[in-house]
Structures are given as structure tokens and as C-alpha cells.
T-cell receptor
Framework: ETGVTQTPRHLVMGMTNKKSLKCEQHLGHNAMYWYKQSAKKPLELMFVYSLEERVENNSVPSRFSPECPNSSHLFLHLHTLQPEDSALYLC??????????????FGEGSWLTVV | DQQVKQNSPSLSVQEGRISILNCDYTNSMFDYFLWYKKYPAEGPTFLISISSIKDKNEDGRFTVFLNKSAKHLSLHIVPSQPGDSAVYFCAASQGAQKLVFGQGTRLTINP
């Protein structure tokens, strides 16, 4: 069991659906992340929240909308996705001010299939 | 521009032998390096890290070596076990900035 919990673990949605991925961290961290992993590609950073403020948005299409209501919870709202958005979506957290480096801890991921 | 590269997409090692996974980086300002292990259908798990002030860090069967002049990082696993079969990602960061990940190397341990 990790300190970062993601639900649902598997999601199948149509292109016109609206769904959300949820992430909760129990590590007392103050930074949370969404990553995307597609087949045969490096991990792609999508969004970063630090102290509940979005600090990074890596040119992610607007059909992905993150929400961070508090330092323990992170959502990824999905709307009118495309089949190519099918991937493993990983949530992660870290202690943003931790030194000397930034070790992030991942959840188990949510497998998304867009049909 | 890929700042962290794992040039071997796959590696096959016999059980009990040493596994050596390699990683190269281009940004000389990186000062913190990590290795993650990932099983299929799971998120990456943090394995071991090293600060740029060191050249070696050891944790049980896992040792990470850092060669700053060559901008090269390696992970040694000895002895290799079947449960080590997974995809291994190296990652690097500068200060408290975001991690940059390599593409991953799939390690297979053969009995």
C-alpha cells in the first residue's frame, strides 16, 4: 500500500463523457502532480500543484482540468477526450521544500481507456 | 531536448548475476538523482537516490553510482532476483525543481 491513493484504478469512457480521476495522499506532503504515461514514452508531467496553487501546466489540452481543493487531494477532470488520451495517469506527491532534492512518491495509477 | 536518457530500452540478466542500468544526462546543474522501479499496471516506486555531493549510495542490493564529469548515473543490482524484473526509470532534478525522467529500461531476470 502506498501513501498515494488513486481512484478509480480503471476507467473506460466515451468521447462525450465527463469523468474525474481522484488522488489522495497521506504523506503530509504539500506538492501534488499529475503525470501521463503512454506506451513507449517517457513519463510526461501534466500539472504541478504546490501549496494548493497550480505552478505548472505543461501545455496540456483544456479537455484535462485539474483541481486541488487542499494539500491532500487532487482531481483530474476529463471532458470530451480523444482515443489517443488513453494512457496510465499517475498522481504523485512530494514535500516541495524538502532538501536536498525532490523525491516524489507515486500512486498506483488510473488506467484510462477512451472509446 | 531530452535531458535524461536511458539508451538501453531493455536488458536481460541471469538470476544471481549483477544488473547494471545506465543513465546519461546533459544538464550539469542537476544535483539530485533518483531511480524508480515500475511493475506493469502500477505506479513507479522510489528505489534509491543520490545527491551530487556523493559518488556512491548503497541500500542493500542496490547501489547507485554518479560520475559527474561524465554526466553518467548507474544502478547496480546484485545479486539479481526474479522479482527485480520491471521497468527502471532514472530521474534528475535541480534544486527543488521538477524531476526529469528518462525513458525507462525494461530489466528481465532469467532463472
Amino acid at each position: 500500500e502506498t501513501g498515494v491513493t488513486q481512484t478509480p484504478r480503471h476507467l473506460v469512457m466515451g468521447m462525450t463523457n465527463k469523468k474525474s480521476l481522484k488522488c489522495e495522499q497521506h504523506l503530509g506532503h504539500n506538492a501534488m502532480y499529475w503525470y501521463k504515461q503512454s506506451a513507449k514514452k517517457p513519463l510526461e508531467l501534466m500539472f504541478v500543484y504546490s501549496l494548493e496553487e497550480r505552478v505548472e501546466n505543461n501545455s496540456v489540452p483544456s479537455r484535462f482540468s485539474p483541481e486541488c481543493p487542499n494539500s491532500s487531494h487532487l482531481f483530474l477532470h476529463l471532458h470530451t477526450l480523444q482515443p489517443e488520451d488513453s494512457a496510465l495517469y499517475l498522481c504523485a506527491s512530494s514535500q516541495a521544500t524538502q532538501g536536498p532534492g525532490n523525491t516524489i512518491y507515486f500512486g498506483e495509477g488510473s488506467w484510462l481507456t477512451v472509446v | 531536448d531530452q535531458q535524461v536518457k536511458q539508451n538501453s530500452p531493455s536488458l536481460s540478466v541471469q538470476e544471481g548475476r549483477i544488473s547494471i542500468l545506465n543513465c546519461d544526462y546533459t544538464n550539469s546543474m542537476f544535483d539530485y538523482f533518483l531511480w524508480y522501479k515500475k511493475y506493469p499496471a502500477e505506479g513507479p516506486t522510489f528505489l534509491i537516490s543520490i545527491s551530487s555531493i556523493k559518488d556512491k549510495n548503497e541500500d542493500g542490493r542496490f547501489t547507485v553510482f554518479l560520475n559527474k564529469s561524465a554526466k553518467h548515473l548507474s544502478l547496480h543490482i546484485v545479486p539479481s532476483q526474479p522479482g527485480d524484473s520491471a521497468v527502471y526509470f532514472c530521474a534528475a532534478s535541480q534544486g527543488a525543481q521538477k524531476l526529469v525522467f528518462g525513458q525507462g529500461t525494461r530489466l528481465t531476470i532469467n532463472p
